[in-house]
C-alpha cells in the first residue's frame, strides 16, 4: 500500500536527517520525499511518499509524530488530494525522429526546454499515472537520463490547510 | 556573564545538585564555571559510566541526571550510556562540549557530530549555535527529558558559545513548545471500558512495566489491584513495583521469568498491559497473547501501542492519571476462582535448574541477600546471568531494583550504583555483577573511593562470561569461543589496591553470617562469590 504523508516542521538544523534517520534506522520505505519551505520561512512542508501495510504505516505516523520538530503530520488521502511531481527527461534523438517525439510532447502538455543536435530535454509536470503513461510512450526512443522530484502534494479545499503560527 | 556560567545557572535553576562527568578542553569554560556554585561534579573514570551514574542518580530521585563530557572521544564514550538510558526511558540531560563553532565540519582535533551520532538514542537533541539561545535550550531539555516518555537529550556546546558573553540572562518560566505536548490524561471513553471489561472478565491479568515506576505510580499499582483482587505479573523493567511477598504477585514473564506468569499470562481473559513494550524477550511471540484475550494497553507513548501487538482498547496517558480516574468508579467483580488457579500453578513451580555443590548457589545467595538487604535498599543488577539470576531471585519489598533491561548494557551495575547512593547516601546500595560486567567498569572503584559514594559489590566469580557460555553449550554444542575469562585479577588484590575490604565465599557454608558482615560494614565492600563455571539459568 501506498501511502502520502504531508509533514509540517520546524525549520531546525539537521530536522530532514531527523526524519530520513527514523525511515532508516525503522527499516520504513521512502518512494521519494520532497521539502521546501512555506509561505512562513519558519516551517518546512515535507512530502514523503511511503508503503507498508495498514500496520505499519500506522507506526510511521505515530513515529514521524513523535518527532519534536514535526508541527502538523497528515495523510494526504487520494480523493481529496493534488499530487504533482516534476520530472526531466533526456531523450537522445537526431532530427528525423524528432518531430514524433514533439507530438508526444503536445499530447501530454510536455515542454520542450532544451534542445542539441542529438539530444533534448523534456520538462513534464503530473501526478504518477500522466508520468508513467509518459514514460511508456518514451520507451521507443532512447532515455539517457531521468530527474525526478518527487511528488509534492495538497488536500483540496479550505478545509485542510494546517493551521501554523 | 558567559556562556558556561549561563548553563550553570540553568543547572542551578533546575535545582540540580550533582553531575557527573570528566573533562576535556572544550568542556573546560563549563567545568571553571562549576566551581563557583554548590554542585557537585563526581568525576568517573570513563565517560560511559558518567550516563550510567546519571541514570542512577535519576531512577532513585526521580529527577533528571546530568552527565558533562568533552568533545570527540568524549562525547562518542557517552554514547553506549545514552542509549542505556533510552532505551529504558530514563530521563538524562547530556551536556557534551565541542569544537569551535567556526571551525565545525572541518575535522580538527577532537571532532566529532555527536548530535548526529547519537541521533538514533536520544529524545532530542540541540547543537548550541548563539549563546542567546542557552536559556531557552536548558528549560526545554529539562522539560522534554522529565516529561511524557522520559529520555535523555543531548546538547552540544561548541565552545566559542560557551566563552562568549550573554548579555540578560533570563530563565524562561515555562516552556513554550507546540510540537510537544504529551497526552498525560487518559481518554475518558476509553478508561469507561476499561471498568466494563474488568466487570465483564472471569481471568484478569496485569501486566506491570517499567512505566509504572517512571510515572511514579507504585502505590497506584497497589491499590488498583488489590481493590479488586486482579493478579499482576511484571516484565523486568517493572520488578519492584509489586513486593515479593504479595499474594497478588505472580512474578516476572519472559523465557527467563517464572513458569506460572507465563501461565497466567496465555490463560488470561483480560489482560491490562501497564507501561510496558511488549518487548521480545518478554513476550517471545506476541501474538499469541492477543488472539481471544481482550488486551488493554497503557502507555504515555503512543507508539508503542500497536507496535508489537494489536491492543483491544489503547490508552495513551500518564499511568498515575490514569488510575487516580479508574479509581473512580467502582466495578463490582470477584476473582477469587482465578486467583487461587493461579495459586496453585505458583505452588507447583520446580526450579530446573539443579546446581552442583560446592559453590556458592547464586540463586540461594541473592534471595537471602535481599530478604536481609534494608526494606528500602537499592539493587543494581547487572547483565548476564547474574542478571537472569537476580531477577528470578530478588525479593522486592520498599526499595528499587535497577538493571539495563532494554539494552543490556553490561558494566552497568557499578556506575549506577555510585549514582544511586550519591542521590540518597543514607540508602543501602548494593551492585550484583559477574567476573565480566565487573571488569567492564572496575575502574569506577576509584570514583567510589575519591567521592566517598561507599556503595557494596558483589561479584559472581565463574571465571566465564557465562551467560554467552550456556548459550553456546546450547546453541553450539559446547563448542565455546571467546568466553573464557582466564587472566582476570585476584579481585582480593583489586580490592587492596583501591582500599576496599573484600571478602570471599567459597560455597554455601556461612553464606548468611558473611551476607550479615557485609551489610553491616560502614564503607563500601566487595564480597566475590565462587560460582560453579558450568552454573546455569535454566
Redesign the interface.
Known amino acids: 500500500m501506498i501511502r502520502v504523508i504531508q509533514l509540517i516542521v520546524?525549520n531546525t538544523?539537521?530536522v530532514l536527517?531527523?526524519i530520513s534517520?527514523l525511515f532508516s534506522?525503522r527499516g520504513y520505505n521512502i518512494e521519494s520525499i520532497t521539502a521546501g519551505i512555506t509561505s512562513d520561512p519558519r516551517f518546512t512542508r515535507i512530502t514523503i511518499v511511503t508503503s507498508g501495510d495498514e500496520?505499519i504505516l500506522?507506526?510511521i505516523e505515530?513515529?514521524v509524530?513523535?518527532l519534536?520538530?514535526?508541527?502538523d503530520i497528515r495523510v494526504l488521502k487520494p480523493g481529496e488530494s493534488v499530487y504533482r511531481e516534476l520530472v526531466l527527461f533526456k531523450v537522445g534523438v537526431g532530427a528525423d525522429k524528432r518531430q514524433s517525439l514533439v507530438t508526444i510532447c503536445d499530447v501530454f502538455r510536455a515542454k520542450i526546454v532544451d534542445i542539441t543536435k542529438d539530444s533534448i530535454i523534456i520538462e513534464l509536470t503530473g501526478d504518477q499515472p500522466k508520468i508513467n503513461a509518459f514514460i511508456e510512450m518514451l520507451n521507443d526512443y532512447k532515455i539517457l537520463e531521468i530527474a525526478r522530484t518527487g511528488i509534492a502534494g495538497l488536500r483540496r479545499g479550505s478545509e485542510g490547510v494546517v493551521e501554523i503560527n | 556573564m558567559i556562556g558556561a556560567d549561563a548553563i550553570v545557572k540553568c543547572l542551578e535553576k533546575e535545582g540540580v545538585t550533582t553531575l557527573f562527568g570528566y573533562p576535556g578542553v572544550a568542556i573546560c569554560p563549563f567545568f571553571n564555571s562549576i566551581l563557583n556554585t554548590k554542585i557537585e561534579s563526581v568525576l568517573v573514570r570513563s565517560e560511559q559510566n558518567a550516563a550510567h551514574a546519571a541514570s542512577g542518580y535519576a531512577r532513585v530521585t526521580g529527577k533528571v541526571g546530568v552527565c558533562v563530557a568533552t568533545s570527540g572521544p568524549g562525547a562518542t564514550n557517552l554514547i553506549t550510556g545514552i542509549a542505556t538510558a533510552y532505551a529504558d526511558s530514563i530521563p538524562l540531560v547530556c551536556i557534551t562540549g565541542q569544537v569551535d563553532s567556526h571551525l565545525l565540519g572541518s575535522d580538527v582535533f577532537q571532532e566529532a557530530d555527536i548530535?548526529?551520532a547519537a541521533?538514533?538514542f536520544v529524545?532530542?537533541s540541540y547543537?548550541v549555535?548563539h549563546v542567546s539561545e542557552i536559556p531557552r535550550i536548558m528549560k526545554e531539555a529539562f522539560h522534554?527529558a522529565s516529561t511524557g516518555r522520559k529520555g535523555p537529550v543531548l546538547i552540544d556546546v561548541p565552545i566559542d558559545i560557551q566563552n562568549k558573553t550573554i548579555r540578560d540572562f533570563k530563565y524562561p518560566e515555562s516552556v513554550n513548545?507546540?510540537?510537544?505536548k504529551p497526552t498525560v490524561k487518559g481518554h475518558a471513553v476509553q478508561l469507561k471500558k476499561v471498568n466494563t471489561e474488568l466487570a465483564r472478565a472471569k481471568k484478569p491479568l496485569i501486566l506491570a512495566g517499567g512505566g509504572v515506576i517512571l510515572s511514579g505510580a507504585v502505590r497506584e499499582l497497589n491499590d488498583f489491584s488489590h481493590r479488586y483482587q486482579i493478579p499482576v505479573v511484571s516484565t523486568m523493567m517493572g520488578i519492584g513495583a509489586m513486593a515479593s511477598d504479595d499474594s497478588l504477585y505472580y512474578g516476572m514473564i519472559g523465557n527467563n521469568g517464572k513458569s506460572y506468569a507465563n501461565l497466567a499470562m496465555q490463560e488470561s481473559d483480560l489482560l491490562i498491559v501497564i507501561g510496558a513494550r511488549i518487548a521480545d524477550r518478554a513476550i517471545s511471540s506476541p501474538d499469541l497473547v492477543a488472539k481471544d484475550t481482550v488486551l488493554i494497553h497503557i502507555d504515555v507513548?503512543?507508539?508503542e501501542i500497536?507496535?508489537n501487538v494489536?491492543p483491544t482498547i489503547p490508552i495513551v496517558g500518564d499511568i498515575k492519571n490514569i488510575f487516580a480516574d479508574l479509581a473512580k468508579e467502582n466495578v463490582a467483580c470477584d476473582f477469587s476462582d482465578w486467583t487461587s488457579h493461579l495459586d496453585a500453578y505458583r505452588k507447583q513451580e520446580k526450579a530446573r535448574r539443579q546446581p552442583r555443590s560446592g559453590f556458592v548457589d547464586p540463586t540461594k545467595f541473592i534471595t537471602e541477600l535481599s530478604l536481609k538487604m534494608a526494606d528500602n535498599a537499592v539493587y543494581v543488577a547487572d547483565v548476564g546471568q547474574n542478571q537472569m539470576w537476580s531477577c528470578g531471585y530478588y525479593v522486592a519489598k520498599a526499595g528499587k531494583f535497577l538493571t539495563s533491561g532494554g539494552m543490556g548494557t553490561m558494566g552497568y551495575s557499578i556506575p549506577a550504583a555510585i549514582g544511586a547512593k550519591k542521590a540518597d547516601p543514607k540508602r543501602q546500595v548494593v551492585a550484583v555483577c559477574g567476573d565480566g560486567s565487573f571488569q567492564m567498569s572496575m575502574n569506577e572503584l576509584a570514583t567510589m573511593m575519591q567521592h566517598d559514594i561507599p556503595i557494596k559489590i558483589i561479584v559472581f566469580n565463574n571465571g566465564y562470561l557465562g551467560l554467552v557460555r550456556e548459550y553456546q553449550h546450547n546453541t553450539y554444542k559446547g563448542n565455546y569461543s571467546m568466553v573464557d575469562l582466564s587472566g582476570s585479577p585476584d579481585l582480593s588484590l583489586i580490592a587492596a589496591a583501591y582500599g576496599i575490604p573484600y571478602q570471599k565465599l567459597e560455597n554455601n557454608k556461612g553464606m548468611g553470617s558473611i551476607i550479615d558482615s557485609f551489610l553491616k560494614a560502614k564503607g563500601p565492600y566487595m564480597l566475590e562469590c565462587v560460582l560453579d563455571p558450568m552454573d546455569t539459568v535454566k
Not at chain 2, 513548545?177 to 510537544?180: E, H, L, Q
Request: a positive charge; aromatic letters at 6%; charged letters at 40%.
Open positions: 520546524d538544523s539537521g536527517s531527523r534517520g534506522r500496520d500506522e507506526q505515530k513515529q509524530a513523535k519534536i520538530d514535526v508541527r | 548530535t548526529g541521533e538514533s529524545k532530542y547543537l549555535k522534554i513548545m507546540r510540537t510537544y507513548d503512543p507508539a500497536g507496535k494489536g
